[in-house]
């Protein structure tokens, strides 16, 4: 899969999912693999698949709040 960096050139990286654990939580979420010289970034997709939520402001993890919606019974 082609990304584009900050800077605007386009790396090709392979991608594939991996399972996340943290404190107890966890779920799946998207990888890419990284090559020599890319630094490691943990993306708020994946945190978000633990149930986590980061603030900017103090860079501390936080619980999200999660929701979840019933569908109309067609009764």
Do not use: Q, W
């Not at 999912?17 to 107890?24: C, Q």
């Amino acid at each position: 899969m082609s990304f584009s960096l900050a800077d605007g050139t386009t790396v090709k990286r392979k991608i594939s999912s991996a399972y996340f654990e943290f404190e107890g939580e966890g779920g799946p979420a998207p990888l890419v693999y990284g090559e020599e010289g890319d630094t490691p970034l943990l993306g708020a997709i994946t945190l978000e698949s633990i149930g986590l939520k980061l603030n900017p402001f103090t860079r501390t993890l936080h619980p999200m709040r999660m929701l979840m919606a019933k569908l109309k019974d067609n009764e």
